[in-house]
């Protein structure tokens, strides 16, 4: 086996010292200390990914077993890592963007205290453990582990502030909501058990490809677990109808929204459809139901995007529409498209979070961007790095993001052409609203108070680094999948995951593919143009018709609150004030008391009459005699 | 005489006894019914010893006097019940110095 | 049925009529009488079976001594009908059901015993005799007759004791 396959368990392991040490010892270690523990275990584990990636481009790849995490009569599960192109590459982006948002929280957490500096320290590294976990599990149970502890890391962070009962309700709704797509994950990984006996990602999808069809594992079978399996990725990507937790998400600190919540966590569930999709090739219905729910979503949170005034919760449902255009993209059979948009997002969207970061520290914590405007003066790097970001997730060649989505459109053009067209339109809408946010935030006049104009400053260089970084990745990320229609043989991407990943290959001409490209870049410059037209003159209106169902969510929250949340705290209640003192203590309180009665009742044996102990007496006889003459025979 | 209506008649001869004790509230009839159970019993075993007898000579056995156990034993019945009644019925008169009634309701000291 | 058949039913009833008499009577001088005519009844049956020593003995000691010793006490406190305490009646209920579940259960269960057609003899047989009675007590069971005397002193000395006015 090849050396760095032999201190992967080291991957993981480091960012888990980190969290024990920073954890344990929050109340002793300055943030300094702290700060550079933190970051420095997830740079080594960076280093260890770059020199296990370089073996795997090399065409290594591994399934390393530890030991036997369930071993019981008929099943085996052990505790195995699988390392292939597919998981190399996520441990980069999750190590790498990871590493650069540790540096940037160092100053940006900069005026909490030591302990809870340290606290929240710890929680990053246990976050990015639980990650590596998840991508490198060899198997589904392994992977489930790190799926839980992602959500359970995010719990905390949103939470971070949790003297604020606000965030704390926003935190429990994004746990909550995610335990809900996971107990479909459990069915599904339950069912998967049953039916091939197996939970490792070998055996089961060696299974699944040799059976296919016979009753061993029927098309039923097939789509019903491909259908939860994609309930849970719902609940942990944020789509429909579980994506509200993420906007709400933002209650925690920046950095947090940046890591989890755009780079990493939410990826989770497209990762784990891509290491499944030998089994969604063999289920078409699945397939179609998450296009189609990829596009909802996508269109939706990009309409509510339009008419937000935070400017962290624009960015949260830019997320979830973008994350709706890689299930659009898996959903379409285009794994491949799927899995760059995944790279190519998490660097763009880490730089935009950051940089918005960066605006919010420099606005001294505000974030409305009715108050904000002509930042583009004072904060020079950051509005460089956020224009690039924003150029990137439009979709303007030659940056990544015109690459990756792009891809992504044509599998869809191929697939659907109707879903191409409104998928089309969603890209603009992105645009339009990226563009609005960078516009009122930069552009035009300072609308905040006095006191916010004497405060501005641009952020220090080690809040800096980390933007100007991802910006050239945001470029530069997307030149390893330019599509053979430009450039011949330049798709390394694809290559390099192609053991995994099944290539994209598309049934129309060259000739098509440019003419579409090149239309759709056109219209996003339009787009952009007429959003600079729009916001860089005057002040936005007031939401009004169906502007204001936008900037309202489409009332979802209120709809959910209505339909779920408000039944059950009536049947809780209910419960509690019903059920619980009547049924539950009167029966244990009922206990007590007929022991009690019986114990009253039977005082009366022992009444000191003779009459009464001879009557006994003689009745116990005849009960004896009774016994001994006609039942034992 | 079969030994079956001997038996039958002792047995009811007890069963009376019993109710008696059980039904009364005077201590004294209670005594009494104590004695006809034992008479009862003493009758049975008389029966019995003449059965013995019977049967032995039926049979021609060389024992002599068979079943005279059964009425010794009566008699010795009979020397415990004097015994026991001459010692009882001083008991209870010494209880009717003390509580000046014979009713037996009044004798629930057991239940502390 | 012949003499001694018929004077075994006579006798029986009698026994049974004058125990119930005994149990139900309200005036404890009338239970007495009544007892004392059981005794009679059984003395009789005594006869029927040729024990004639335990006939006259039941007679003497029992009808004369106890029954007379019961007498003196029931006048000793001057105990008649009035001061005669009435039962519980739920209770006397349960007593007589309780004595007639006894009896009921005894009776079925010995009813069908191997020994039920066996005789036992009437009028005739030698073992009732005062003679022969007197051998086997005064040899084979002499140690519990000298017993017995024992227990008799004890029973005196008890009885004087415990009826003495300290």
């Known amino acids: 086996m090849q050396a760095s396959f032999k201190l992967a368990f080291l991957i993981p392991l480091l960012p888990l010292i980190g969290f024990l040490i920073n954890g344990l010892g929050r109340n002793f270690l300055s943030k300094g200390v702290s700060g550079i523990i933190a970051s420095g275990m997830v740079l080594f584990s960076f280093l260890l990914s770059l020199q296990v990636f370089s073996e795997v481009r090399e065409g290594a790849s591994a399934v390393i077993n530890y030991f036997d995490f369930i071993r019981i009569q008929g099943l085996q599960i052990p505790f195995s890592f699988q390392i292939d192109a597919l998981t190399s590459l996520f441990l980069l982006v999750i190590t790498g963007v990871g590493f650069l948002i540790h540096v940037y929280s160092t100053s940006y957490m900069h005026d909490e205290s030591d302990a809870s500096f340290a606290r929240y320290f710890a929680y990053l590294n246990l976050f990015v453990f639980s990650m590596l976990l998840l991508v490198m599990g060899g198997n589904y149970v392994i992977l489930f582990i790190g799926w839980e502890g992602v959500g359970l890391c995010s719990y905390l962070l949103i939470g971070f502030w949790f003297k604020n009962p606000a965030y704390t309700k926003a935190a429990n709704k994004a746990f909550i909501m995610n335990r809900i797509g996971d107990l479909a994950f459990l069915l599904a990984v339950f069912w998967l058990i049953i039916k091939t006996g197996s939970a490792n990602f070998g055996e089961v999808f060696s299974f699944i490809s040799d059976n296919q069809g016979t009753p061993k594992f029927t098309s039923t079978d097939i789509t019903i677990v491909s259908l939860l399996l994609f309930v849970g990725a719902t609940g942990k990507s944020a789509q429909l109808p579980l994506y509200t937790w993420l906007p709400d998400a933002m209650a925690g600190p920046t950095p947090v929204s940046a890591l989890i919540h755009a780079a990493t966590m939410v990826t989770a569930g497209i990762y784990m459809i891509a290491r499944s999709n030998v089994l969604y090739s063999l289920a078409p219905l699945t397939l179609s139901i998450i296009s189609w729910v990829g596009l909802a979503t996508a269109l939706l949170a990009a309409t509510i995007a339009l008419r937000q005034y935070d400017i962290k919760k624009v960015l949260a449902y830019s997320t979830v529409s973008q994350l709706g255009f890689m299930f659009l993209a898996l959903g379409s059979g285009a794994y491949l498209a799927a899995v760059f948009h995944v790279m190519t997002h998490a660097f763009f969207k880490a730089l935009l979070f950051l940089g918005s970061g960066s605006v919010i520290h420099a606005m001294g914590g505000e974030q409305d961007i009715r108050k904000m405007g002509g930042l583009a003066g004072k904060l020079k790097v950051t509005h460089a790095t956020f224009l690039i970001g924003c150029l990137a997730i439009a979709g303007i060649p030659p940056l990544s993001g015109f690459f990756s989505k792009d891809a992504i459109l044509l599998s869809v053009f191929v697939h659907n052409p109707i879903q191409y067209g409104i998928a089309v339109f969603t890209a603009l809408l992105t645009a339009f609203y990226m563009f609005r946010l960078l516009i009122i935030t930069f552009y035009g006049s300072f609308r905040g108070t006095q006191e916010q104009l004497h405060h501005l400053h641009e952020s220090p260089w080690v809040m800096l680094l980390p933007l100007v970084l991802l910006s050239l990745l945001s470029i530069a990320g997307g030149w390893i999948g330019i599509s053979a229609v430009l450039t011949e043989g330049a798709d390394s991407l694809g290559q390099f995951l192609s053991p995994i990943l099944p290539t994209l290959s598309h049934a129309i001409s060259h000739e098509k593919e440019l003419m579409l490209m090149g239309s759709t870049t056109l219209l996003v410059v339009v787009v952009i143009i007429a959003a600079w037209l729009i916001y860089s003159k005057r002040t936005e209106q007031q939401s009004t018709g169906i502007l204001r169902v936008f900037e309202n969510k489409w009332y979802i929250d209120e709809l959910y609150d209505n339909i779920i949340v408000k039944p059950l705290a009536r049947l809780s209640a209910f419960l509690r004030e019903w059920v619980e003192p009547r049924l539950i203590d009167g029966l244990v309180n009922g206990v007590g008391r007929s022991v009690q009665y019986t114990g009253r009742q039977l005082r009366f044996l022992q009444s000191g009459q003779i009459g009464n102990y001879v009557l006994l007496m003689v009745v116990a006889m005849v009960v004896v005699l009774f016994v001994q003459f006609f039942i034992r025979k | ?112 | 049925m012949s003499i001694s058949h018929l004077l075994f039913w006579i006798l029986s009833v009698t026994a049974l009529f004058s125990a119930l008499m005994v149990v139900t009577s309200r005036n404890p001088v009338y239970s007495v009488i009544w007892l004392i005519v059981t005794f009679f009844a059984i003395s009789g049956h005594y006869i029927l079976l040729n024990a004639q020593f335990l006939a006259v003995v039941n007679i003497i000691v029992y009808a004369g001594a106890i029954m007379v010793l019961f007498l003196f006490v029931i006048m000793l406190m001057n105990l008649n009908k009035e001061t005669e305490p009435a039962r519980h009646k739920w209770l006397q209920f349960a007593g007589a059901v309780s004595g007639g579940a006894l009896l009921l259960v005894l009776v079925s269960a010995l009813k069908n015993t191997e020994l039920k057609s066996q005789q036992s003899l009437l009028v005739e047989g030698h073992i009732g005799l005062i003679k022969t009675l007197g051998q086997e007590l005064f040899s084979t069971y002499v140690i519990p007759f000298e017993l017995s005397s024992i227990l008799f002193l004890s029973a005196m000395v008890g009885a004087v004791l415990i009826g003495k006015k300290d």
């Open chain 2, 1 to 112: 005489m079969p030994i079956n209506y001997y038996l039958f008649l002792a047995i009811a001869l007890f069963s009376i006894g019993v109710v008696g004790v059980l039904t009364r509230r005077n201590a004294i009839i209670i005594f009494m019914c104590i004695e006809l159970m034992l008479n009862a019993v003493n009758l049975l075993l008389v029966a019995f010893s003449k059965m013995h007898y019977q049967q032995a000579a039926a049979a021609a056995l060389p024992i002599a006097n068979p079943g005279v156990d059964g009425q010794l034993f009566v008699f010795f019945i009979m020397v415990v019940a004097a015994a026991e009644v001459s010692v009882g019925l001083a008991i209870i008169v010494m209880l009717y110095r003390n509580i000046h009634s014979v009713d037996i309701n009044f004798l629930n000291r057991l239940k502390h």
